[in-house]
């Protein structure tokens, strides 16, 4: 089964919207870690948003916030008020704590997000 | 400090050329490790170590070796280049130690084997 599961291959949204990326995860781990990472068109993995399995509270970082629904093992990436320079491809990661080092990332297949003018 | 740094930025080999990834990084991380991107795919480990001279296998090793002599440096070697290898190959770092959790990517190398 598929531990990172990214359903939209691509997504269009209008600068100055917002937009959802969708991210289900599939473990069994209580103690588990979801990221969001964004790799433009240059190809570099850029940090964006982090979530513990233990956190009461949804994460947000400046425009970025995680939609986190622990029960529906759901992990959406909201982005308010896009910018053309939100266009990338957009990847959902799991680090859990049973996979030995617990620093090991299982990746989604991503979603690439064009933002229109 | 300059993160994490690969090299080369690209490479082109012949089938059954061998070959080293260099990875660096000067953040003083214990783990570090290696993901290979596929176009369609989202990363995937190959290998990984948690401090010098221990190193484990990921979901994809066939066909590569690593070794951790330094703190600083995760070398990947490709012992007999195959096409099924070409692909992006990203290093990362991350502490192992108090609330951190953050891991750190290399810029990439871009492998071709024709």
């Known amino acids: 089964a598929q531990k990172i599961t990214q359903t939209q291959p691509g997504m269009f949204v209008q600068e100055k919207e917002a937009v959802t990326l969708d991210c289900t995860y599939d473990?069994?781990?209580?103690?588990?870690?979801l990221f969001w990472y964004k790799q433009p068109s240059s190809g570099e993995m850029i940090f964006l948003i982090y979530?513990?399995?233990?956190?009461?509270q949804n994460a947000t970082e400046g425009r970025y916030s995680l939609n986190f629904q622990k029960a529906r093992k759901s992990a959406n990436l909201v982005i308010s008020a896009s910018q053309l320079g939100d266009s990338a491809m957009y990847f959902c990661?799991?680090?859990?704590?049973?996979?030995?080092?617990?620093?090991?990332?299982?990746f989604g297949s991503g979603t690439q997000l064009t933002v229109l003018p | 400090n300059a993160g994490v740094t690969q090299t080369p930025k690209f490479q082109v080999l012949k089938t059954g050329q061998s070959m080293t990834l260099q990875c660096a990084q000067d953040?003083?991380?214990?783990?570090m490790s290696w993901y290979r991107q596929d176009p369609g795919m989202g990363l995937r480990l190959i290998h990984y170590s948690v401090g010098a001279g221990i190193t484990d296998q990921g979901e994809v090793p066939n066909g590569y070796n690593v070794s951790r002599s330094t703190t600083e440096d995760f070398p990947l070697r490709l012992l007999s280049a195959a096409p099924s290898q070409t692909s992006v190959y990203f290093c990362a770092s991350s502490s192992l130690g108090g609330a951190s959790y953050e891991q750190y990517f290399g810029p990439g190398t871009r492998l071709t084997v024709t």
């Open positions: 979530q513990g399995s233990y956190d009461q």
């Open positions: 953040m003083n991380h214990e783990y």
């Open positions: 473990t069994s781990d209580p103690s588990y870690g």
């Open positions: 990661a799991m680090r859990e704590a049973i996979s030995g080092s617990a620093r090991q990332l299982t």
